[in-house]
């Protein structure tokens, strides 16, 4: 249990942990891992026969952690020390567990929220909210990303690397467990009103925002692929669209104007790509963002070499159209020049010259973040 000032309710948690200890004839420790406590949780906690260990750092996934590496067991049934969670129900996980999952996760929305039991943008926009985009970036199939009850496998969970100190812990352990190939499952678990009289530590929307970091930040083609992706082809269209003359949709017309939009679109998309390629460059060796075959093949081709050439290429067609613009203008012997003509021109031509910087230097970027990896992160 991690705790961080329970005295209310330690206790009970405790007598109920040893209650189905006891029932189920487990061999089993009830450990508390101590985050800090100045209410005298840890003197309830000892006097009642559990095991007490003092997390040296503040933080929910830093007490869970510390908690699972100093436990003595070969598996490990966690949950909260503010008693909204029956200890009593622990054998589904057990049994969970003996049959060869390594880990295995409360779902509340199956197992029954009790009234005032979840506060209300918790249980109908955080908790859902979070959990679909769960779902949807790894496709784990778990229906409660956050429920606190979980048990583990402790050899398996020591070996993924958690790392987060954060309410993002509860997140990081299935994301984690999944892109390493552990067993996942769920059981049924019923959340009570916790018994305390303060407020709990949970900080809806700063902690629910370190969760959506933590999910973007491990699944990168939700956060730069998918976004990059779309504004590279948009852009490209639009200005592909308006090369030649104006595009008129109804009643509006389109111009050089949007054609400076759709080559800024372009632009950040390439750059917004780039991040993704760099992403999967450095993450890949650390199993975070495991790459598929389209991008082991575009990696093996797209040599450093080849994307400097490719971006000298670029540069020399922009370089090329500049000239060109050049050349229109002293037709015109400098004078006064069409913008709605000369901008169709010149746009291209900015943005040739800019996709060719992009790619020389991004190129150059990739390959040090893949030397820095071999050499540093491996």
């Known amino acids: 249990m991690p705790c961080l000032n329970e005295a209310e309710t330690i206790a009970s948690c405790i007598h109920k942990a040893m209650a189905s200890i006891e029932d189920h004839q487990l061999d089993a420790e009830v450990l508390i891992a101590d985050n800090g406590s100045t209410d005298g949780s840890v003197e309830i906690a000892a006097g009642l026969g559990a095991r007490v260990v003092h997390v040296p750092e503040r933080g929910y996934g830093c007490a869970l952690r510390y908690g699972i590496e100093n436990a003595r067991g070969k598996y490990v049934i966690m949950a909260d020390a503010?008693?909204?969670?029956?200890f009593r129900e622990i054998l589904p996980f057990v049994?969970?567990?003996r049959a060869g999952y390594e880990l295995v996760i409360g779902n509340r929305f199956e197992g029954g929220i009790e009234m005032n039991a979840m506060p209300f943008l918790h249980k109908y926009l955080g908790n859902p909210v979070l959990t679909f985009i769960g779902r949807l970036f790894f496709k784990i199939p778990?229906?409660?990303f956050h429920c606190g009850f979980r048990g583990v496998e402790k050899k398996a969970m020591l070996n993924i690397g958690l790392d987060t100190p954060g309410m993002e812990f509860a997140s990081e352990m299935i994301v984690r467990s999944a892109l390493s190939n552990r067993r996942i499952t769920e059981v049924a678990v019923k959340l009570?009103?916790?018994?305390r009289s303060r407020a709990p530590h949970l900080r809806t929307w700063q902690d629910g925002w370190r969760h959506l970091r933590f999910l973007l930040l491990y699944c990168p083609k939700w956060l730069f692929f998918y976004p990059g992706l779309f504004l590279f082809l948009s852009g490209a269209l639009l200005m592909l669209l308006l090369a030649a003359h104006p595009l008129q949709i109804g009643t509006v017309l389109l111009d050089v104007h949007t054609m400076l939009y759709a080559a800024v679109m372009l632009l950040i998309g390439t750059q917004i790509l780039?991040?993704?390629f760099c992403s999967g460059v450095l993450t890949g060796r650390h199993r975070r963002d495991p790459a598929g075959s389209w991008f082991r093949l575009l990696h093996k081709y797209f040599t450093l070499e080849r994307s400097i050439l490719l971006g000298v290429v670029l540069?020399?067609?922009g370089a090329g159209l500049s000239v060109w613009s050049l050349q229109l203008w002293k037709q015109l012997?400098?004078?006064t020049l069409d913008p709605s003509r000369m901008l169709r021109v010149v746009i291209p031509a900015i943005t040739f010259l800019m996709l060719g910087v992009q790619l020389i230097f991004n190129s150059f970027f990739a390959s040090l973040l893949g030397t820095y990896s071999k050499k540093d992160l491996s």
């Open 142 to 144: 778990v229906g409660d």
């Open 95 to 97: 049994v969970k567990l």
């Open 82 to 86: 503010d008693d909204s969670y029956d």
């Open 333 to 335: 012997s400098f004078g």
């Open 192 to 195: 009570h009103p916790d018994g």
């Open 274 to 276: 780039s991040f993704y």
């Open 315 to 317: 540069f020399t067609i």
